[in-house]
């Protein structure tokens, strides 16, 4: 029973997006297609510990919410030409029939087959349609997160430092929204794709982003997010060709993914960068990125904030170790990318650059001034560094605190113990 519980929660984290955006498709309403799925994935935590687990798991919820989302139609009463061509999809015995119905009230295949200036990828409509400027920013990222990074609310709101709460309103309100506004299930046409576009480049980092560092749980990466952004950044620049923060992006996460393979050791552990086997670094993904990196600099209009924290990752990439890395060029890009899009977690990487290229002691104010400010409130990043500088100038008894309160705000169980080696260290 619990490895049947287990790999449901598997196969959700895998391929959430991809049911979700499937059902979206079938549907033609986000907001139904990821309550059917959620009732699909509870469903399913019932009938595979007693039933054993199908032959094609991510198949079987998508069929069950399928089924599902006919049931609401139905308790509706809205045996219309959209139950109707459902209906006939799945069949008489409940197996899709592979039609595509022909009622403009209901999402085909037919309509879903892009031609060559779109994308047939169900993922990146979802992106695309969560994104709608129906929705604020906040709402837009909540959102897509959500249905297609597969976050809970807990892991949203860590990433945004913000109350739970404030996340599920903002994703239950998006969902009325986009229901109430009756948003199409699409990629848009070119022309309505540049407006939605910084949006969903922003979903796709901070997916990423989730995955290459768990804000919580027992495992320090999430291969899964972290693939699935990158995959959808490969599907962008294709989509965006011209784009050049579309490639910074996709520069970015082919960089910082290269090291993904020596970041953590055998038991899953935290390799610090210092410690990393640089051997085991992806060199065809380096490339890559650094290719991608090229196309976003030879756009002729200066790198984005993607395409800056690409270059950050390109002086990592191409150093032979942390002492051979070009410091001073790392602190020169995040002074240019605190003007562009200022950030305390921003603010607070030029303080670990600066110490690395000039010495803790020119770093530390930059940091008590964060502290001061109260804006990285609730994140254990900021005693984190703190503590690092305050050991590496003697002052003991104060990097003893501030590791130990980084101990306790830090919900991810990898990286709490290397902090707590850290403060074994101290003592």
Known sequence: MRDARHVVGAVWRIESARIVGALARYTGDVALAEDVAQEALAEALVAWPRDGVPHNPAGWLTTVGRRRAIDTFRRRAALDERYAALAHQLGEGGAASGGSPASSGAASEGALLFDPDRVDDDVLALAFTACHPALSPEAQVALTLRVIGGLTSDEIARAFLVPTATVQARITRAKKTLSA??????????????????????????????????????????????????????????????????????????????????????????????????????????????????????????????????????????????????????????????????????????????????????????????????????????????????????????????????VDLCANYRERAVLERKLGDLS
């Open 181 to 406: 506004a009756r948003v199409p299930f699409e990629v848009p046409p070119p022309e309505e794709r540049r407006e939605r576009l910084g949006s969903v480049l922003s979903v796709v980092y901070l997916v990423f982003t989730e995955g290459s560092t768990a804000t919580s749980g027992d495992d320090l990466i999430r291969p899964d997010l972290a693939h699935e952004a990158l995959r959808m950044a490969r599907v962008l620049a294709r989509l965006a060709p011209d784009e050049p923060e579309v490639h910074g992006l996709l520069a970015l996460l082919e960089l910082t993914a290269a090291r993904f393979p020596a970041r953590t050791g055998p038991e899953g552990d935290p390799v610090l960068l210092e410690d990393q086997d640089r051997r085991r670094w992806d060199r065809a993904a380096i490339g890559r990125g650094r290719a991608a990196l090229a196309r976003a600099a030879g756009a002729g209009r200066g790198l984005g904030a993607y395409g800056l924290q690409a270059a950050i990752a390109e002086c990592h990439a191409v150093a032979p170790s942390v002492d051979d890395t070009d410091w001073e060029r790392i602190v020169v890009l995040y002074e240019a990318l605190e003007r562009l899009a200022p950030s305390p977690v921003v603010e607070l990487n030029r303080a670990v650059a600066l110490s690395m290229a000039l010495g803790p002691a020119v770093a530390l104010p930059v940091v008590d001034d964060l502290a001061g400010s109260e804006r990285l409130a609730g994140s254990h990043l900021l005693p984190s560094v703190r503590g690092e500088l305050l050991t590496r100038l003697g002052r003991t008894e104060e990097a003893r605190s501030e590791l130990s309160r980084a």
